[in-house]
């Protein structure tokens, strides 16, 4: 399995609550994801990154903001948080553009 | 408007025999697409791919079938196992300007219940 962590495994928080989830690596891939997984919509893509501060928006980024401030950690930054944030986050990995991304465990994240 | 289609939410299989899942796409930009399996409280562990200049790829149990006419791929698993029980996603991508990063862009999921 890929070296991927995600810190806390699970959350509850209130609305406009500043939250920020980790996801580390210990493979030294360029590229990092943040995922939300939806019932009936699958995982949509939140923000990614191509490398040390450079991220750029997927589907679904409102809301949200990312940092990398080093190869091995890819942060998600929720400024205040709403209860349509309410989800489970994946955070995923892969060494080439186009290769295969490997997936993080998940957050839970409750907001009340 | 969802780019990726997977009309089944469930398909029950009995052990041993043949399970097929189906994913339909509609954007003709994508050019690679991955199978993926989730377990509960798991992230997805990937599968299986293609190529899109493929029209199959097999690996043990698992083939994909790729029809780019249609616009729709497909897992077969041949054969079935009760540990095989799980939430498949279909994905596809496309190459995008920013770092060459591909972007995933994933079905809804189908669970597959394997019978004993």
């Known amino acids: 399995d890929a070296g991927i962590t995600q810190s806390p495994r699970h959350k509850v928080t209130e609305t406009g609550t500043p939250v920020t989830l980790r996801c580390h690596q210990t493979?030294?891939?360029?590229?990092m994801y943040w995922y939300r997984q939806d019932p009936g919509h699958g995982l949509r893509l939140i923000h990614y990154?191509?490398?040390?501060?450079?991220?750029d928006k997927g589907e679904v980024s409102d809301g949200y903001s990312v940092s990398r401030s080093k190869t091995e950690d890819f942060l998600l930054t929720l400024e205040s948080a709403t209860s349509s944030q309410t989800s489970v986050y994946f955070c995923?990995?892969?060494?080439?553009?186009?290769?295969?991304?490997?997936f993080g465990p998940g957050t839970r994240l409750t907001v009340l | 408007d969802q780019q990726v289609k997977q009309n089944s939410p469930s398909l029950s299989v009995q052990e041993g025999r043949i399970s097929i899942l189906n994913c339909d796409y509609t954007n003709s930009m994508f050019d690679y697409f991955l199978w993926y399996k989730k377990y509960p409280a798991e992230g997805p562990t990937f599968l299986i791919s293609?190529?899109?200049?493929?029209d199959k790829n097999e690996d043990g149990r698992f083939t994909v079938f790729l029809n780019k006419s249609a616009k729709h791929l497909s897992l077969h698993i041949v054969p079935s196992q009760p540990g095989d029980s799980a939430v498949y996603f279909c994905a596809a991508s496309n190459s995008v300007s920013s770092g060459s990063a591909r972007q995933l862009t994933f079905g809804s999921g189908t669970q597959l219940t394997v019978l004993p």
């Open positions: 990154s191509y490398g040390v501060k450079d991220t």
């Open positions: 995923a990995i892969s060494d080439r553009a186009g290769n295969e991304q490997f």
């Open positions: 493979e030294n891939h360029r590229y």
């Open positions: 293609i190529s899109s200049i493929k």
